[in-house]
């Protein structure tokens, strides 16, 4: 089975859509300031282009036949008018995100569950609508929410309706999840539980992302 094969049987919602594949070939070298394991972990991967309902996207993939693992990612993008972090910024200069994968490196990936990770797509989400439908949360206790939802722009989404938010200036990252049963996370100061948490050593985006690659890399 080739890449794009492994990747249909793994999530057969998508042979639904109109394929289109390319020949697949090495991906080109990368260089991320302040991501180099993701940026050697793109650098390492074979590219299968793939049009899906006519929209481009790359089959990145990585390992031996039998333990062949891969994102579908988006295509680069330049969004110079849009207001993000510069981590954000930079990773789109090398794909556009991934909004599907396929041989999961564990159940403990951090993205194992979303299906939109550094995707334009995500960026955006209406913060201060999906935070505001749940301000009750902290009615409840007698606060406020303590951030300003436009300041911060979305970059992964959980099944769940768990939401990972990046400060647009300065990049760090808080977590909205008013369901989970991680650890490592911490409430952010001013908040109930089950609402916003700081990633206990991953307090911006640069190594909220390095973190997540970090898992896949050990992997191959």
């Known amino acids: 089975m080739n890449d794009v094969d492994l990747l249909m049987a793994q999530c057969p919602w998508l042979a639904l859509a109109s394929a289109d594949v390319g020949v697949p070939e090495p991906h080109r070298p990368v260089e991320l300031v302040g991501t180099p394991v993701l940026a050697g972990l793109l650098s390492a991967a074979t590219v299968t282009p793939v049009r899906l309902d006519g ?11 039998a333990e062949r693992r891969g994102w579908l990612c988006r ?7 849009m207001e993000v972090p510069e ?11 991934i909004v599907e994968h396929f041989g999961a490196v564990s159940d403990a990936w951090w993205w194992l569950n979303c299906g939109d990770v550094l ?3 995500a960026a955006g989400w209406p913060v201060e609508q999906m935070l505001g439908a749940y301000e009750w949360m902290w009615a409840d206790d007698g606060l406020r929410i303590p951030i300003e939802a ?20 300065t990049g760090e990252v808080i977590w909205f999840a008013p369901d989970h049963s991680a650890s490592g996370v911490t409430v952010l100061p001013g908040c109930p539980e089950c609402s916003l948490y700081i990633f206990d050593g991953a307090p911006d985006l640069a190594s ?3 973190a997540g690659a970090v898992q896949w890399a050990r992997s191959w």
């Not at 911060?152 to 200036?169: K, W």
């Open 55 to 65: 929209v481009e996207h790359e089959l990145l993939a990585w390992g031996p036949a």
């Open 75 to 81: 295509q680069p993008v330049d969004d110079g008018d």
């Open 87 to 97: 981590a954000l910024r930079a990773v789109w200069t090398a794909t556009g995100g």
């Open 119 to 121: 995707t334009r797509e």
């Open 150 to 169: 436009a300041d911060y722009v979305p970059v992964a989404g959980e099944a769940n309706g768990n939401l990972t938010l990046a400060h647009r200036r």
């Open 208 to 210: 909220w992302v390095e």
